[in-house]
């Protein structure tokens, strides 16, 4: 199955922590690996590596990176890089493709994407091409990928598992 690691790129310190956090969370919660983040901010760091710890999992997350020098060294260790854009191919004219590469790299961005980018990436993919969050492109994504069996993931050394219920929450605690 490829394996998928996430880059964030043009976070903003003050305006973007919140969505840059649940970009990690959705990623972690839908098969990714680990993201890399091109800024500085160990906040996101923390909270991110926080919830994988007691939710469990071996979720990596890595923030100061250089996005050029994550890409290219990505694509010398054979892996194929994502571009999501509303401006790319309908994913659904792609995603087989995709889905046949050993690991990828699924770019994300929060402010304008420089557009070296654009030709940097194997791949530029749409999700509708519609503007909408980059959120909502990494889950749908994700989700064509792994065609629904990220669903069914379980995550290993969990201090804290949740036991579905049909009200209330219950939870195990170890
Ligand atoms: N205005 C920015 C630009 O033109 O590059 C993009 C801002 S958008 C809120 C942030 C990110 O969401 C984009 O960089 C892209 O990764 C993702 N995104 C937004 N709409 C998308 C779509 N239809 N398909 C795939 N990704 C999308």
Same mark, same amino acid.
């Given at each position: 199955?490829?394996?998928?690691?996430?880059?964030?790129?043009?976070?903003?310190?003050?305006?973007?922590?919140?969505?840059?956090?649940?970009?990690g969370l959705t990623g972690r919660a839908l098969g990714a690996k680990g993201m890399y983040l091109a800024a500085d901010d160990p906040g996101v760091v923390e909270s991110i590596a926080g919830v994988a710890k007691r939710f469990g999992g071996s979720?990596?997350?890595?923030?100061?990176?250089?996005?050029?020098?994550?890409?290219?060294?990505?694509?010398e260790s054979g892996g194929r890089i994502v571009h999501l854009t509303m401006y790319g191919l309908r994913i659904q004219d792609v995603i087989g493709e995709i889905r046949a590469c050993e690991?990828?790299?699924? &770019?994300?961005?929060?402010?304008?994407?420089?557009? *070296?980018?654009? /030709? $940097? #990436?194997?791949?530029? &993919?749409?999700?509708?091409?519609?503007?909408?969050? *980059?959120?909502? /492109? $990494? #889950?749908?994504?994700?989700?064509?990928?792994?065609?629904?069996?990220?669903?069914d993931a379980e995550f290993s050394d969990a201090e804290i598992s949740v036991l579905p219920c049909e009200r209330g929450k219950e939870t195990v605690e170890r």
């Open positions: 199955m490829v394996e998928t690691y996430i880059l964030r790129i043009g976070h903003r310190h003050d305006r973007d922590q919140r969505v840059t956090t649940h970009v979720f990596t997350i890595q923030d100061k990176v250089s996005w050029k020098q994550c890409i290219n060294n990505f694509k690991k990828v790299l699924v &770019i994300v961005g929060a402010e304008k994407v420089p557009g *070296e980018v654009y /030709g $940097l #990436a194997d791949y530029n &993919i749409a999700v509708t091409n519609q503007p909408h969050s *980059e959120i909502a /492109g $990494l #889950a749908v994504f994700l989700d064509q990928l792994y065609q629904g069996r990220e669903l």
